[in-house]
């Protein structure tokens, strides 16, 4: 009967240090931002950092998006600075439905030649800065990145 006993408060102790191991790391971090974000729009939650144990790696560039979204309307075509496909999710993701060509490709040479009406580039400090010609460029945040409208 002892053995028993001593079984069952083992057991007892594995599902006690999983559910304080589920708490600490999963629940309490979760329900903090859910919290702390309530009420919020769908864009504002995606520029936040997220949990601890899933942090929002991308929060720069769905900040970005957001601003852009704001400057451009559904139907624009942006020109963008060149960033690798893996980095491009959230920009895509949230500029979505504006047609978008990333620099540095044949696509992108093809079309800013002879932008379409409604086109826009967005530059970097360290990208893109000629590209602007005339039109005056318009500070976006993370301060680093500009946009201006192309004649088209």
């Keep these: 009967m002892t053995k028993f006993r001593a079984v069952k408060y083992f057991l007892y102790s594995i599902v006690g240090m999983n559910l304080l191991v589920l708490l600490t790391i999963f629940i309490i971090p979760r329900t903090q931002i859910s919290m702390e974000n309530l009420g919020s729009s769908q864009e504002d939650l995606l520029e936040t950092r997220g949990p601890r144990d899933l942090p929002n790696l991308r929060t720069g560039h769905f900040i970005l998006a957001n601003r852009i979204t704001k400057v451009s309307s559904e139907d624009a075509t942006l020109f963008m600075f060149p960033l690798p496909p893996a980095n491009q999710g959230p920009l895509l993701k949230t500029l979505y439905p504006r047609k978008i060509f990333w620099g540095e490709t044949q696509a992108f040479n093809t079309k800013?030649?002879?932008?379409?009406?409604?086109?826009?580039?967005?530059?970097?400090?360290?990208?893109?800065?000629?590209?602007c010609g005339k039109s005056p460029p318009v500070a976006l945040q993370p301060p680093n990145y500009k946009i201006c409208a192309l004649k088209g």
């Design 112 to 131: 800013i030649s002879a932008p379409p009406p409604n086109s826009y580039l967005v530059i970097r400090d360290d990208w893109g800065g000629d590209l």
